[in-house]
T-cell receptor, first 115, second 111 residues
């Protein structure tokens, strides 16, 4: 595909459930980012990968959030024991460059609703 | 921590009106600045960016932005908007290893 894809596009979870959100970056892109976008807000940084290495996870809000990119391409964001405040759109972005300062290409997002 | 302020949450304009969306970032020093746009039902996409050099940056679809260092501002402009410019616009600043977004401005252009 030409762009960043994310799945599922929508996810409804009961409070306490674990969820896994997938991101397929643009082929060959070195850098991958996850963001959380609450209603009425801009995206907020969660974590950053360069290839398979997670170089920055300073934005992860709690230890319930975990991200991986084991082979340097597809990434998964996992949220354990979901809470209502986790309801948001989770955006994935990728970039062909190393480093976080370059243009990022965004996916459509996964809209998570925790009931 | 870095913060980015967008002055208006909602803007409503008629077609052919001029547009200026305000954006201010919090700290001085080296900064990379971006405007992203999200059209209805579509992904966030880059409109334009400033890294260095000419402070007047031209982007896609006739948009431009001016970096004014003394005012910590990076306002987005377009001389004549079209109905197809209806979208949400996000300003973002990269500084101190973090890309920080503003809350966004929803622009509605009426035909």
């Amino acid at each position: 595909g030409a762009g960043v894809s994310q799945s599922p596009r929508y996810k409804v979870a009961k409070r306490g459930q674990d969820v896994a959100l997938r991101c397929d970056p643009i082929s060959g892109h070195v850098s991958l980012f996850w963001y959380q976008q609450a209603l009425g807000q801009g995206p907020e940084f969660l974590t950053y990968f360069q290839n398979e290495a997670q170089l920055d996870k300073s934005g992860l809000p709690s230890d319930r959030f975990f991200a991986e990119r084991p082979e340097g391409s597809v990434s998964t964001l996992k949220i354990q024991r979901t809470q209502q405040e986790d309801s948001a759109v989770y955006l994935c972005a990728s970039s062909p460059s190393r480093g976080k300062q370059e243009t990022q290409y965004f996916g459509p997002g996964t809209r998570l609703l925790v009931l | 921590a870095q913060s980015v302020s967008q002055h208006n949450h909602h803007v409503i304009l008629s077609e052919a009106a001029s547009l200026e969306l305000g954006c201010n970032y919090s700290y001085g020093g080296t900064v990379n600045l971006f405007w992203y746009v999200q059209y209805p039902g579509q992904h966030l996409q880059l409109l334009l960016k400033y890294f260095s050099g000419d402070p007047l940056v031209k982007g896609i679809k006739g948009f431009e932005a001016e970096f004014i260092k003394s005012k910590f501002s990076f306002n987005l402009r377009k001389p004549s908007v079209q109905w197809s410019d209806t979208a949400e616009y996000f300003c973002a600043a990269f500084q101190y290893s973090t890309l920080t977004f503003g809350k966004g401005t929803m622009l509605l252009v009426s035909p």
